[in-house]
């Protein structure tokens, strides 16, 4: 790694991060994440660039809450990326040019990071990190974070079926299906609001949403919204990713998952992924009793005072990652 070239001091920003950043900001992800993987004893590993299409969810997701900081010849040195989704925020990525690790950046853009959240009214802040990397764990535990559960993420096979999904309506239909997910999340946990982030993958064509209804017609009792697009730039498709999910009732998790494998199916895809918070263990006691296959773990990290929190009845998963 190359030595530090500065301060903090010699930074400039926070500055709106644009979709002219992407490739800036995807090599810094890459150089940066790379490593943080050789530091934990695995030379070998070279994480590779995210899809520009992923960059651009994330950027017009966040809106002001993506961020970048300059170097003194105007390069991105770092950047943060901070989604608030109704009272639920969250940061990431984000990362610091492997040559600025250790100025002081990391801890300026996180607090950027938190300082935007809070003005934005969050109820909730946080972040996910490797649950064995013990230096990032330190890291934010000494700018105020607690551990939380585990996010385990499980793979479902591909599965026969037909979906029902938000992009088969159109108008005023897909409208009122929208704010019918909002409904039931805002039932759910008061204050949550995943209505931009169903619009977005329509408008830029990432992916979809499973609607599980109680009848054809009937009532919404879940719905699964998910990426099938490659995660990482220049890979074929690979499996489908939910993002966010939400049901009613913790049995109606089943008949969800079942319609998400199908979608992977009809996706081309070989498998569904589903990121759980295992604070919710019927749904998990549920997903491993339809063969799902734990594939990684993350740790859930939130600042202290700012938890989050459980719904008294339901489900409600949100990935805190891209």
């Known amino acids: 790694m190359s030595a530090t070239v500065g301060t903090v001091r010699a930074i400039s920003g926070p500055h709106p991060m644009r979709v002219t950043d992407i490739d800036a900001v995807n090599r810094v992800f890459a150089d940066a994440f790379t490593e943080r993987y050789r530091r934990d004893g695995m030379a070998g590993v070279r994480v590779p660039q995210l899809n520009p299409a992923i960059w651009r969810f994330a950027i017009e997701g966040a809106r002001e809450g993506a961020m970048v900081w300059r170097d003194p010849a105007g390069e991105v040195a770092a950047f943060n990326v901070a989604h608030l989704s109704g009272n639920e925020g969250w940061m990431g990525p984000l990362a610091v040019r492997p040559e600025w690790q250790g100025s002081g950046v990391g801890k300026t853009i996180v607090r950027a ?49 037909e979906p029902v999904t938000l992009g088969a309506l159109r108008g005023a239909e897909q409208a009122a299906a929208i704010e019918e997910c909002r409904a039931l999340v805002a039932r759910l946990l008061p204050g949550r609001d995943y209505s931009r982030e169903l619009r977005l993958t329509l408008d830029l064509a990432l992916g979809d949403a499973c609607l599980l209804r109680a009848s054809p017609g009937g009532a919404l009792r879940g719905f699964a919204l998910y990426h099938v697009v490659p995660l990482v730039e220049g890979r074929a498709r690979e499996e489908l990713r939910v ?23 009809r996706a081309g895809t070989a498998r569904a ?3 759980v918070q295992t604070g919710y263990r019927e749904a998990w006691d549920a997903l491993v009793g339809l063969g799902a296959r734990v594939r990684w773990t993350d740790l859930r990290m939130t600042l202290r ?8 009845s339901g489900v409600v998963f949100s990935n805190w990652e891209i």
């Open 273 to 275: 992924a589903v990121r």
């Open 243 to 265: 993002l966010k999910l939400a049901v009613q009732d913790a049995k109606d998790l089943a008949p969800l998952a079942h319609m998400v494998a199908a979608a992977a199916r």
């Open 113 to 161: 990071g938190a300082a935007w959240l809070l003005a934005g009214g969050a109820q909730t802040i946080g972040l996910e990190t490797m649950p064995r990397t013990v230096e990032n764990i330190g890291f934010y535990a000494g700018l105020g974070y607690v551990p939380g559960p585990l996010t385990v993420t499980l793979t479902l096979d591909a599965g026969e079926g």
């Open 305 to 312: 005072g700012y938890p989050e929190v459980m719904p008294a």
